[in-house]
Each structure stands twice: as C-alpha cells, then as structure tokens.
C-alpha cells in the first residue's frame, strides 16, 4: 500500500510520559523534569521495516488530556495509528487511556493503536496487576515500557510500523 | 470583533502593522507539489534560512500527512523544531495554497504556567494519598503486631502460671491415691472403674503436656511421631472415660466406628487422643441434655471424626473465636481455660488435617475432622524422582551450573537462559514446569521479567532467586508474581524442598 510518511498520534492523560517516550524513541534521551506540552509537538523518524523500504514516522505529541475536546480532535485528523499511554503508577491513567482510545476509534475507524503501560521502572509502585494487563491484551496489543530505561519503547514503535501498512 | 473597515484609514493602518509585528507573519506560497514560490514576513524568526529553506519545508509538510490540502486547516499552537510554538493555517487557493505562521510563543507560556501547575497539583495529589496509605497501612499493620505480641505475651505467663501449680499438683496428688486404691481393693472388684480412672487421668497428664507445648510455641511443638492405631480400642477408652459422666449429667452418649480401608491407620497416638478427647469433653461440658455422639470412620486412608452434641451451640460471631486460646464467653456459660478447641486446631494443623465448626445456638454443635494418616514409609517420598523442564533464567554461569546440577539431581531437564527477554519467549511459547528467575539480569530486572509473564497470562511455577534478604526484594518479588523467593546463597536442600513444592502443585 502506502509507503508514507505516516502520521502516528500519542494520545494519553497529562504525564504518563508521551512527550519522554517520543525523546527515548526519537533522540534516544531522557528527562527526569515535567515540563507539560501545550498543544502539539511534531517530530519525525525515519524507520526499517523489516523486508521493505524504510519509512518516515510523523510523531504528533499531543498535549494530555483524559477525554478528547475539539482541539485534539482537530490534530487527530488524518493519523495512521495511535499509540495510547497510560502510566502504570496511576491506574486512573489505564481509564482515561482506554476512554480515549474509544473516542479516537469513532474519529479515526482505520487507524491501528497499541497501548503503551509506561514508567515499567517503577514497577513497585504500579497500580496495574497482571491479569488487567492480561484480560487488555485479548483486544489489543499492549507494552509495558519505560521511557527512562528504554524498555518497551522501540517494540512498541515496531508494532506500529508492523501495524501501518499490513 | 472589530470591524476594520469602519476605522479611520490611518488607525486601520497603525492597528494592521502592529499585529503583523507582533504576530511575526510568515506566509509562504506553495505548488501543489510543496515547491515554494513566495515567501513574505520574518522567515529568520521561525528559524527559515530563506536560502536554504528545504529542511524547515519538509517539517511543515509533515504537519499535513494524511491531511486534503484542498481545504482550509488551522493547526494550533505547533511546536516547531527551533522550539517556538505558532498557529498555522493553511489556505487553500485553487490548485496551489498558501501557509501563514502566527508566533504563539507569549500564548503558549501563559498557558503552560497554569497548565503545569493544575497538573502537578494533582499529581501531587495522587503522591501524597498513596504515601498517606502506605503509612497508614503499615501503622495498622505495627498495631497489629503489636497487640498479638501483647496477647501472645500475656497468654504464655498465663498458661505457664496455671500449669506449674494448679495442674500438675492435683493430678499427681490423684495419681498417688489412685495407686492407693488400687492397693486396697482387691483385684476384680471395681477394677473396671479404677482402670477408667487411670486411663483418664494418664490423658489428663498428656493434655498437659500438651499445654506445656503450646507455651513452647510452634518451635518445638511440631513433630510427629505416628504409630499404628488400634480404633476400636481408642473407641473402647472414649467409651470408658466418658460413659460414666454422660450417666451422670443423664446424657446418652454414642460412639461408633466405620471402616472401609483394610490397612492399619498410622497417627501420632497421643495426638489423635487428645484431639478426641478434647472435642469430647467440649461436647459434655457444654450439654446439659440430649445426646453427645462420636463418629469415627477410616476411609481412603483418611480419618474421618464427627463429634456432635445437642447442647447449647455456639453463636455465629463467636464461631471463629472458638479455636483461639482464652475465648472465655465464646460459649455462654464458659468456665474452662479455653484452650481445649485451640489445641485441638493446633493439633488438627500439625497432622495436615481440617477442621470444620456446624453450630446453631440451642440446638447443638457438630465438629467434623479429617486426617491424613501418615505413610508407613514416610522418607520415600521426598526422594521420588520428578520429570519435566525446569527454565533457570541466570547469567551467572558458576551459578546456572550449580542449578543444573542440584535440578538434574532430582530428575528435570534443565535449559539455561541468560537473559530476561529470550526467557520471556521461551517460557511463552513452551511453558516449562518450573522458572527460575535470577533477580539481577543484563536486560531486565527479574521482578520486571516475571511481572510481564504474568501480564502475558504465564500461570506456571515460578521461582525468584536472589542475594537481597530484605523484606522489601522479597515482597517486591511476590507482588510482581514469583510464587517463591530464595536468597542466595543457595540452600539446597531447601531449593530441592520447594523446587518439589512447586510441582507438587501444578
Ligand atoms: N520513572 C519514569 N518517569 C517517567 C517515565 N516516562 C516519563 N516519566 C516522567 O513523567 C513525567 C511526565 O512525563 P512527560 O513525558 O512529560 O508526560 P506527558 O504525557 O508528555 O505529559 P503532558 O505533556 O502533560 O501530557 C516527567 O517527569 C517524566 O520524567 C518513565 O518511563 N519512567
Ligand atoms: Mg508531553
């Protein structure tokens, strides 16, 4: 089918970590200090598809929220996949992430989403259990990843890719 | 909004400058190919080399992949990659369009500031009833330490109180006129009732001793030592120790055995009595008519005891508090220590038996046991080769052979595996008997390893090993889904133990 650009949004509740896992992703760094994102941040990577001419991921880093307003919707328009994140230290999080993927569906019917459990370096203080993380993954494809430690991160991107362009 | 045309011209003028000053306009004209053909406004501001410009072109092209740029869009507050946040709008103009930058930098601090301080205040928030719950939860937990430390305290100064003197005293006292009258009446004549007499007495010496164990704790007090049981003589003694009270407080009492097992029971004999006595001493004390009923039954290699009553019954809030030592008011009327029924859990719990309690207040109590008998040959067992794989998940090698080793020697095919992620794999695509987790890997942490399994579904053994002692790696551990935790170094008689515990339980 298509050989991009493809436009991948992060969608999730404020400081789960989309702006750290689109740094960990794209420029391989790490920050320990919030600093919320307003709006949208963009950026782009090229990546291997294994069998394939590489492509260029577009990365919409989109401001957190637990709900999408008009604003959001409006950035959504004409994405690819979605890469959900909830942070496993907040289970509320795993809600709005799951509330959010639901509306984005009925805005964007075809695009592929992974959920991403975040911050899997505090795995003492989650507050999501195995057998939630079980019971998710009989719908969807989910990771735990840590976008301080790097773990999860480039398989959860690698799922997307797969999932782009089947 | 205002309406410009009504301005005066030179106002008009003035208000138009302004803005597109402040706004630091940037319009730039496109082909529909994305070749640009204008550009007019502060391109150095929004970081365009107006030479070389193709860098920040294709940026702005990434804005609207996916996106018809035969309509009109508005994308606001974009971050760009000099940093800067803008408005861009796009305007579509027949076949070709044209983009136009507005600065949101000022708009775009402003709501930062207010945004970041709502989100962490909730953040905060979140921090901080989380730590007032742990340390809620670990206050609970010290008090309620604390008052079983008091309550283990003041029941082992009791106990040791009433045992030295008020027991021990009477019975030997007794003991000795017993053997009096023995030696008085001539044998034949009351026979019978002496031996009865004996008989209960020697129990009541055992009960004591049982209680001196109890003082000792769980330490000392739980080995057994099984026999071959003769029932119908246990029956034949119940029978003899309790008929003559039973006529005496005008109660009928029953004792019945039932066997279906041609082999010989095997339990610790002194235990197996004290439990039935104890229940049955409960039952009489606590009937005042009707009936006190023992049932024995030996069946697939298990004892089966019932002793029930018509007597005044337990209440329901009291049901559990019956089994713990001193419940003094759990049975309305109580006198007794209170320790016959926790003895006999206790007793119950040392033999790998159960335990259950049927009472309705009024109508009567039924306790109803079932024990193991133990084996006849009770070492072969733990010796019993197992089969299966077992996955040691270890990038030591010095260790991983030992593994090996001490896993061969019980029987299971090892395969080693020195990192977390290919264990992962492995264990999912063919789940073996038995993982076993170092907690330090090259790539994951062994606690973030088995909690991914778990959240895969993985429901197989798994054991963490480890050189961390504390509480807190071992919870850690548990909390992430291991189902044990070993510390190094390894004991390996107690890795073979659970090794075979956690077969066993498959
Ligand atoms: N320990 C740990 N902290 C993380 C991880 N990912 C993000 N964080 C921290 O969590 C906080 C929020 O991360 P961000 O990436 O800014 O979160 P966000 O989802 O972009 O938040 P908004 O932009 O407000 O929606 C920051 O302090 C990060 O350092 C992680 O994997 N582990
Ligand atoms: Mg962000």
Redesign the interface.
């Known amino acids: 089918m298509s050989a991009g650009?493809?436009?991948v949004c992060m969608l999730g509740d404020?400081?789960v970590g989309k702006t750290s896992l689109v740094s960990r992703f794209v420029r391989s760094t790490f920050s320990d200090k919030?600093?919320?994102?307003?709006?949208?941040?963009?950026d782009?990577k090229e990546v291997a598809r294994p069998g394939r001419d590489p492509t260029k991921l577009?990365l919409w880093d989109i401001?957190?929220r637990n709900a999408i307003d008009s604003?959001s919707a409006?950035?959504l328009?004409?994405?690819?996949a979605l890469l959900i994140v909830a942070d496993g230290t907040?289970e509320?999080s795993l809600a709005a992430a799951l509330n959010l993927l639901m509306q984005a569906r009925g805005l964007l019917p075809n695009a592929f989403a992974v959920l991403a459990i975040n911050k899997?370096d505090l795995?003492?203080?989650?507050e999501i259990a195995?057998?939630t993380?079980?019971q998710l993954?009989r719908a969807m494809t989910?990771f735990?990843t840590s976008a301080a430690a790097g773990?999860g991160v480039e398989e959860a991107f690698a799922a997307i890719v797969a999932g782009l362009d089947p | 909004m205002i309406d410009a045309d009504a301005l005066p011209p030179f106002v008009r003028e003035r208000l138009r400058a302004l803005l597109l000053e402040r706004s630091h306009a940037l319009v730039l004209g496109f082909d529909p190919d994305w070749t640009l053909r204008e550009i007019h406004g502060d391109a150095a501001f929004h970081g365009i080399d107006t030479d070389a410009p193709a860098a920040r072109i294709a940026?702005l092209q990434?804005?609207?992949?996916?996106?018809d740029v035969g309509d009109d869009q508005?994308?606001?507050?974009?971050?760009?990659a000099n940093g800067r946040?803008v408005h861009v709008y796009l305007l579509a103009d027949g076949e070709s369009f044209h983009l136009l930058l507005l600065d949101?930098d000022e708009a775009?601090a402003t709501?930062?500031s207010q945004?970041?301080l709502a989100?962490?205040a909730?953040?905060a928030g979140?921090a901080k009833s989380?730590a007032i719950d742990a340390l809620r939860n670990i206050r609970n937990e010290l008090e309620r330490q604390r008052a079983r430390l008091e309550e283990a305290n003041a029941l082992k100064n009791a106990f040791i109180a009433t045992m030295s003197h008020e027991f021990r005293t009477p019975l030997t006292s007794a003991f000795g006129h017993l053997r009096l009258l023995e030696q008085q009446l001539p044998p034949g004549e009351s026979g019978d009732a002496l031996q009865a007499v004996r008989r209960s007495l020697t129990y009541l010496f055992a009960l004591a001793e049982n209680l001196l164990e109890y003082g000792r704790g769980e330490a000392g007090g739980g080995l057994l030592y099984p026999t071959d049981i003769d029932l119908d003589a246990l029956l034949a003694d119940c029978e003899a120790m309790f008929c003559p009270l039973a006529v005496a407080k005008n109660l009928v009492f029953r004792a019945t055995l039932e066997r279906s097992d041609a082999t010989t029971p095997r339990f610790d004999e002194v235990k197996l009595r004290q439990i039935v006595i104890n229940l049955l001493s409960n039952a009489m004390r606590y009937t005042h008519s009707g009936e006190v009923v023992l049932a024995l039954r030996w069946a697939d290699a298990r004892l089966h005891v019932e002793v029930s009553d018509t007597g005044i019954g337990i209440a329901p809030e009291f049901q559990a508090r019956v089994f713990h030592p001193f419940n003094s008011g759990a049975q309305s009327g109580s006198r007794g220590a209170g320790l016959g029924l926790s003895i006999v859990r206790r007793l119950v719990e040392q033999m790998q038996g159960t335990l259950a309690l049927q009472s309705e207040l009024g109508v009567g109590t039924r306790f109803t046991l079932d024990l193991p008998g133990a084996a006849a040959s009770p070492s072969t067992n733990d010796a019993a080769p197992v089969h299966g794989r077992v996955l040691v998940v270890e990038d030591d090698v010095d260790v991983s052979r030992l593994l090996e080793v001490a896993f061969e020697g019980i029987g299971l095919d090892v395969r080693v595996v020195g990192e977390a992620a290919a264990a992962i794999e492995v264990a999912l695509a063919e789940p073996p008997r038995l993982l076993v987790f170092d907690m330090h890997l090259p790539?994951?942490?062994g606690?973030?390893a088995v909690?991914?399994l778990?959240?895969?579904?993985y429901r197989g053994a798994i054991l963490m090993l480890s050189a961390n002692a504390s509480a807190d790696a071992r919870d850690?551990a548990l909390?992430?889904?291991a189902d044990r935790y070993l510390t190094k170094p390894i004991d390996f008689a107690k890795l073979e133990a659970v090794a075979r515990e956690l077969l066993a339980r498959e």
């Open positions: 650009p493809f436009k404020f400081g919030y600093m919320t994102t307003v709006g949208v941040k963009v782009s577009v401001a957190g604003v409006n950035y328009r004409g994405a690819s907040r509320a899997f795995l003492d203080r989650w195995p057998p993380l079980t993954r989910v735990e773990s | 940026a990434d804005l609207f992949v996916g996106i508005e994308i606001p507050f974009v971050e760009l946040s949101a775009r709501q930062r945004q970041q989100n962490e909730v953040l979140h989380k790539d994951l942490s606690c973030e909690f991914r778990r959240a895969q579904g850690a909390r992430a889904g």
